[in-house]
């Protein structure tokens, strides 16, 4: 194993950063992670950024270099491949400091997933499985937009990028030696092009525990109300159950308030009615004027429909064993229940890829001769 210095290495010059950025553009392949607050805003807000170049740890103080062109140019560097750890809020966080979402990825608890090791393995899990190394985890819940940071702060956000070089060396043979190579890559790809596609507010609301139950108005209601809950989060970049919760937009569209004093009975009071309450009227009476009404959401599976479910993941299961895979990376839950309930079920999304051959088309195959027998 190649030798390694975790010593954390203070980035906060534009002169630094452009050096360093220059170098790492050399290489192959970077670690990278961040470090970023949510607890009160709707979007991450950037506190550090960490690279690892396999000799040294860097940390990149976003907070006080101005010029941070050469990290952006760095990340779009297609020829370097930045390796990651479970990165989707990283991606996220890079998108919202410097405007641009990083490729190649190569992420190392995909990676690990699709070699046999086990569903979403957490960074210290994944060092300790292939490096026998153990990690401190004392910092997890840090202040991270304070200055200075503790030692303590430093060590640990060094440490997170510090072993990601050897386990992308590590993991890239593995997948190698199975022929999964090409089945990472796509996974990443996804990655990339989800983070890049967030989904429209106009759709939040198929997120809304039980919204099956609703149909017409009361799903447009509904609908409307996630829909100005999700635009006014990111406006004024709060979380969206700080603005208004997600159990009191279902409330509103089972119960239809026409007026203040329905809006206080059904939970909404003082300063959520004050500042709130006549948008909420005013949604609410709009929508019900809608023609152009939502398709009612999917219900849960009939017993029928479960019986086929079940069939269905001993299948997975089964496949999974033999391909030495988490039956989780196969195959999701919602891509299971969408199969059983489409009345011609086709291979999408992510069924098109390496999973076709795995996973999919075996599944078709049993779906329809499971139907042939029912319609015996």
Not at 36 to 49: C, D, G
Not at 119 to 142: D, F, H, M, Q, W
Not at 155 to 165: E, I, K, M, Q
Not at 167 to 190: F, H, I
Request: aromatic content about 4%.
């Amino acid at each position: 194993m190649v030798e390694i210095d975790t010593t954390p290495r203070w980035v906060d010059s534009c002169e630094q950063l452009a050096a360093l950025c220059a170098q790492w553009r050399q290489q192959r392949a970077v670690a990278l992670d961040t470090e970023f607050m949510r607890s009160r805003t709707f979007y991450p807000q950037p506190a550090l950024v960490q690279v690892g170049d396999g000799r040294h740890c860097y940390l990149i103080d976003n907070l006080a270099i101005e010029d941070l062109q050469p990290l952006r140019d760095l990340l779009l560097d297609t020829a370097v491949t930045k390796i990651m750890h479970s990165c989707s809020e990283d991606l996220e966080t890079l998108e919202r400091l410097l405007g641009v979402i990083p490729e190649p990825i190569f992420d190392t608890q995909i990676a690990a997933a699709i070699s046999g090791m086990g569903a979403g393995l957490g960074y210290a899990a994944t060092v300790r499985e292939l490096l026998n190394i153990e990690l401190p985890k004392s910092e997890t819940r840090s202040d991270w937009l304070q200055r200075p940071l503790s030692d303590a702060q430093k060590t640990y956000a060094a440490l997170d990028v510090a072993w990601l070089p050897v386990l992308y060396g590590a993991l890239l043979k593995r997948l190698q030696e199975q022929g999964r190579e090409s089945w990472l890559v796509e996974d990443c790809a996804t990655l990339v092009e989800t983070a890049r596609s967030p989904q429209s507010p106009e759709l939040y609301y198929q997120k809304v525990k039980g919204a099956w139950r609703l149909r017409g108005k009361q799903l447009a209601v509904l609908q409307d109300l996630c829909t100005w809950r999700e635009c006014e989060a990111r406006a004024r970049n709060m979380p969206r159950n700080h603005l208004l919760k997600e159990n009191l937009c279902m409330t509103l569209a089972q119960q239809l308030p026409r007026h203040k004093g329905a809006l206080s009975q059904v939970g909404l009071e003082g300063r959520a009615l004050r500042e709130h309450g006549d948008t909420l009227l005013q949604l609410i009476a709009q929508a019900l004027e809608r023609s152009d009404l939502p398709t009612r959401l999917p219900q849960p599976l009939n017993r029928q429909q479960g019986e086929l479910l079940k069939s269905l993941r001993k299948e997975v299961a089964s496949i999974a064993e033999c391909e030495k895979l988490p039956a989780e990376i196969l195959i999701r839950k919602k891509e299971l229940e969408a199969l059983v309930l489409a009345p011609d079920p086709q291979l999408q999304g992510r069924l098109c890829g390496w999973r076709a051959d795995v996973v999919g088309r075996p599944l078709l195959k049993v779906l329809r001769h499971l139907r042939k027998e029912e319609m015996k």
